[in-house]
């Protein structure tokens, strides 16, 4: 093919080259012809004209020959019907010969026409045409070269364009969506890259949305999970071990036990749910932020419903404004739940709770304070999978993760509620943390609340304030 081409521009150059050389060599047997033809214009004895002829060049070969002077003349290679049609027609003629051209110039003499033949051999006309030709092929050669490296980069650029899409296929096949191609090769390929990454982005955007949703569904069955668990707090005692027991008194009892039992599953079922959703949202998600404010304001919403109806008073401080941290919202709101969700599982109805926000030292605090019974062995709760209370311990396992990954911790204290006192701290994006000591920062927060509120335990019945 690369051959093909070069052919159809240098055979045409070639070619032209040719003609060129044909002319000038006609013109050059013009010029002769003319110093001929000029003489005998002057004078048409044979001694004048052999001067001229010999004049016009030393090969004999090639010297101009006059057809129709008086006195013998050398024989000449044109025709008789060449000639003749030169002296009726009384124009130059050019005509083929074997071994070259002639041109035939006629001169009017006196009543007759005389011819002047001048020779031009073939290799006159060849001259300097192998050396064209030969150079010619030299840039064909040099073409064709040029061309095939020029087609084998592009082939190989197209060929490892494929062989990476094709890979990042397989790999997205096997379940590996966070693969993507660098888009090159011909715009073709470099269009499909393109292509292929959109869809690896839309495959991991509607996982981390159906996660997502999974997820946010999990965690809307936590409110409801709690009031049916509390509701089957408030039945009578599911104990079969002492006592008689008619067989309608013993069916109920075991009917209570098995309710209570099927919520704790259901309760834990739900929380490993949550956990490992969560966990792969934030993995394909990445960092993301959130407004602490917002998320509070929100949940307490979800929660106040469940508050009034067991008549808690609750209070939300702190939450006016925007404060950002490196945590996403759906992992912020599951802790907030998770801690929350605690108080209304191991305090009385009717037991206060207080959730406050602040910003200092470069963290954000996030306090949950109850008037409950306290938290015997704070450091056995937060103790990964533990719990004084019989429970998992999954509730504060979740805030511990959060928080760590906002470069935060947990910690439990006395509040000064009278409870106990859950305090989430995150580091602050937006300041420079600086080397304070966290739980001293708790201990201070503690005390201004104890501060603002004079002393006082009393809670008041609200509404959590929107800011």
Same mark, same amino acid.
């Given at each position: 093919?690369?051959?093909?081409?070069?052919?159809?521009?240098?055979?045409?150059?070639?070619?032209?080259?040719?003609?060129?050389?044909?002319?000038? /060599?006609?013109?050059?047997?013009?010029?002769?012809?003319?110093?001929? %033809?000029?003489?005998?214009?002057?004078?048409?004895?044979?001694?004048?004209?052999?001067?001229?002829?010999?004049? %016009?060049?030393?090969?004999?070969?090639?010297?101009?020959?006059?057809?129709?002077?008086?006195?013998?003349?050398?024989?000449?290679?044109?025709?008789?019907?060449?000639?003749?049609?030169?002296?009726?027609?009384?124009?130059?003629?050019?005509?083929?010969?074997? !071994?070259?051209?002639?041109?035939?110039?006629?001169?009017?003499?006196?009543?007759?026409?005389?011819?002047?033949?001048?020779?031009?051999?073939? %290799?006159?006309?060849?001259?300097?045409?192998?050396?064209?030709?030969?150079?010619?092929?030299?840039?064909?050669?040099?073409?064709?070269?040029?061309?095939?490296?020029?087609?084998?980069?592009?082939?190989?650029?197209?060929?490892?364009?494929?062989?990476?899409?094709?890979?990042?296929?397989?790999?997205?096949?096997?379940?590996?969506?966070?693969?993507?191609?660098?888009?090159? !090769?011909?715009?073709?390929? /470099?269009?499909?890259?393109?292509?292929?990454?959109?869809?690896?982005?839309?495959?991991?955007?509607?996982?981390?949305?159906?996660?997502?949703?999974?997820?946010?569904?999990?965690?809307?069955?936590?409110?409801?999970?709690?009031?049916?668990?509390?509701?089957?707090?408030?039945?009578?005692?599911?104990?079969?071990?002492?006592?008689?027991?008619?067989?309608?008194?013993?069916?109920?009892?075991?009917?209570?036990?098995?309710?209570?039992?099927?919520?704790?599953?259901?309760?834990?079922?739900?929380?490993?749910?949550?956990?490992?959703?969560?966990?792969?949202?934030?993995?394909?998600?990445?960092?993301?932020?959130?407004?602490?404010?917002?998320?509070?304001?929100?949940?307490?919403?979800?929660?106040?419903?469940?508050? !009034?109806?067991?008549?808690?008073?609750?209070?939300?401080?702190?939450?006016?404004?925007?404060?950002?941290?490196?945590?996403?919202?759906?992992?912020?709101?599951?802790?907030?739940?998770?801690?929350?969700?605690?108080?209304?599982?191991?305090?009385?109805? !009717?037991?206060?709770?207080?959730?406050?926000?602040?910003?200092?030292?470069?963290?954000?605090?996030?306090?949950?304070?109850?008037?409950?019974?306290?938290?015997?062995?704070?450091?056995?709760?937060?103790?990964?999978?533990?719990?004084?209370?019989?429970?998992?311990?999954?509730?504060?396992?979740? /805030?511990?993760?959060?928080?760590?990954?906002?470069?935060?911790?947990?910690?439990?204290?006395?509040?000064?509620?009278?409870?106990?006192?859950?305090?989430?701290?995150?580091?602050?994006?937006?300041? %420079?943390?600086?080397?304070?000591?966290?739980?001293?920062?708790?201990?201070?927060?503690?005390?201004?609340?104890?501060?603002?509120?004079?002393?006082?335990?009393?809670?008041?019945?609200?509404?959590?304030?929107?800011?």
């Amino acid at each position: 093919m690369c051959a093909l081409v070069a052919s159809a521009f240098l055979v045409p150059l070639g070619l032209t080259l040719r003609e060129e050389v044909r002319e000038e /060599a006609l013109a050059d047997a013009a010029r002769r012809g003319a110093l001929v %033809t000029g003489a005998l214009a002057v004078s048409a004895e044979p001694a004048a004209v052999r001067r001229a002829v010999e004049a %016009t060049g030393d090969d004999p070969a090639t010297r101009p020959v006059v057809h129709g002077l008086a006195g013998e003349q050398p024989a000449g290679r044109a025709s008789a019907d060449d000639l003749e049609r030169t002296r009726a027609g009384k124009q130059s003629r050019v005509v083929d010969v074997d !071994g070259g051209l002639l041109r035939l110039d006629p001169v009017v003499l006196d009543g007759r026409v005389a011819v002047v033949e001048v020779f031009v051999p073939d %290799t006159v006309l060849d001259e300097g045409a192998g050396g064209t030709w030969l150079l010619l092929t030299g840039v064909a050669v040099a073409l064709v070269g040029a061309a095939v490296i020029v087609v084998d980069r592009v082939a190989g650029r197209a060929v490892d364009s494929t062989r990476a899409l094709v890979r990042a296929a397989l790999a997205v096949g096997d379940g590996d969506l966070g693969v993507r191609v660098e888009p090159s !090769g011909p715009r073709e390929l /470099a269009e499909a890259g393109y292509a292929f990454n959109r869809m690896a982005d839309r495959l991991v955007a509607a996982r981390t949305d159906e996660r997502e949703l999974v997820a946010d569904l999990s965690h809307r069955l936590r409110t409801p999970l709690t009031v049916l668990r509390l509701d089957a707090e408030g039945l009578d005692s599911d104990d079969t071990s002492v006592g008689s027991f008619s067989a309608a008194e013993l069916d109920r009892r075991r009917t209570i036990r098995r309710i209570r039992q099927a919520i704790v599953t259901l309760e834990g079922e739900i929380d490993v749910l949550i956990k490992t959703t969560r966990k792969a949202v934030a993995h394909e998600a990445g960092p993301a932020e959130c407004d602490v404010s917002e998320v509070v304001r929100d949940r307490m919403v979800f929660w106040s419903a469940l508050a !009034g109806d067991q008549n808690r008073p609750h209070r939300v401080s702190g939450a006016q404004f925007r404060i950002p941290v490196p945590v996403p919202r759906a992992e912020l709101a599951a802790a907030l739940d998770a801690v929350i969700g605690n108080v209304f599982r191991y305090t009385p109805q !009717g037991t206060a709770f207080e959730v406050a926000v602040s910003r200092r030292d470069g963290y954000v605090a996030i306090r949950i304070d109850d008037a409950g019974p306290g938290i015997a062995n704070p450091d056995r709760a937060l103790r990964r999978g533990a719990s004084d209370q019989g429970s998992t311990g999954l509730g504060l396992d979740i /805030a511990r993760r959060v928080a760590l990954q906002a470069n935060g911790s947990v910690s439990l204290d006395r509040a000064h509620l009278g409870g106990a006192s859950v305090v989430m701290l995150l580091a602050d994006p937006q300041a %420079t943390p600086r080397q304070v000591n966290r739980f001293g920062l708790v201990g201070r927060m503690a005390r201004e609340a104890r501060e603002q509120k004079g002393g006082g335990r009393r809670w008041p019945r609200q509404r959590p304030t929107d800011g």
